[in-house]
């Protein structure tokens, strides 16, 4: 994640590799981060003018997304509510499934 340090605003998420919990392909916490980071981006899309530039690569478990201009107050709101939203599954199942770094820029 990352975060403007002079507004503590985050500009952007990016999500690396499969969580490896259980047996491939029936991951809950890789699928339910998943369609977090998804609804924010398809929220910010269809309920923001906000611009921003993202991708993904399902094979390697790879997604970012980033603004790439001033920040709404609705996409500031979507994407707190992401952040909580992954904080809760990580305090839930651990570190071992989970690394949040968050990166001032």
Known sequence: MSRDLGTDTYTGIELEGHAGFGVHGQDIICAAVSALVLNMANSVEAFTGDRFEGGSEEETGHFWFRFTDRIS?????????????????????????????VKEV
């Open 73 to 101: 107050s609705e996409s500031k709101l979507l994407m707190n509510s992401l952040v909580l939203g992954i904080r809760n599954i990580q305090r839930e199942y651990g570190n071992q499934y989970i690394h949040i770094r």
